[in-house]
């Protein structure tokens, strides 16, 4: 007489736990890398806001359009940020006064300044450093921060502009916009 088998041997239980935790390594994975992904398009989204935000500042102060930046660019970051005497109240700025306030908020922005907590500053990108070409009407931001992942490319591609606003390194997003102002 053979013996009639019932249920599973150790053996088999054994390779489908392991086929078990390999799946789930994997969806572990994806899970991270979805995260981090979705920070990257969230810092992608703010530095989008922030060159907006200068762009349109400048918008409402033509008259010092060619101060906010150069034709050769202008590098801002987040030393050495200023604070400027505010103009509030019945007091009413000039174009000048108005376009180093416009600067010092933006600054602020992009640094995290303008959001803090008792550890310091909690808003902002990584590592900013942002650059403002002006040539006429014509205005280009450049905007480079440092990201959670490596970048397999380099900015030979990019314009002059945004190779000579501190964009190398293995680790650093950029993003540029070009637009006219009159």
């Known amino acids: 007489m053979s013996p009639k088998r019932n249920g599973f041997s150790l053996i088999e ?38 060159a907006n935000d200068i762009i349109n500042r400048m918008r409402l102060n033509v008259s010092e359009l060619g101060n906010y930046g150069s034709s050769t660019g202008t590098h801002y970051s ?14 009413r700025c000039s174009n000048t006064e108005l376009r180093v306030w416009d600067i010092y908020e933006w600054q602020s922005s992009f640094i995290g300044d303008s959001e803090v907590d008792s550890d310091g500053s909690v808003g902002g990108l990584p590592s900013p450093e ?18 959670v992942r490596k970048f397999n490319g380099s900015n030979q591609n990019y314009s002059d502009e945004v190779k000579s606003c501190d964009s190398s390194g293995a680790s650093r997003r950029i993003l540029e916009i070009e637009t006219a102002i009159f």
């Open 78 to 91: 987040g030393e050495s940020l200023t604070k400027p005497t505010e103009c509030s109240g019945v007091y």
């Open 13 to 50: 239980v054994m390779v489908s736990l392991v086929i078990l935790v390999i799946g789930l390594i994997g969806i572990f994975n994806l899970h991270i890398m979805s995260k981090l992904g979705s920070f990257e398009s969230f810092q992608q989204t703010q530095a989008s806001y922030f």
């Open 130 to 147: 942002a650059c403002i070409y002006v040539d006429s009407n014509e205005v280009v931001v450049v905007m480079t921060w440092k990201s």
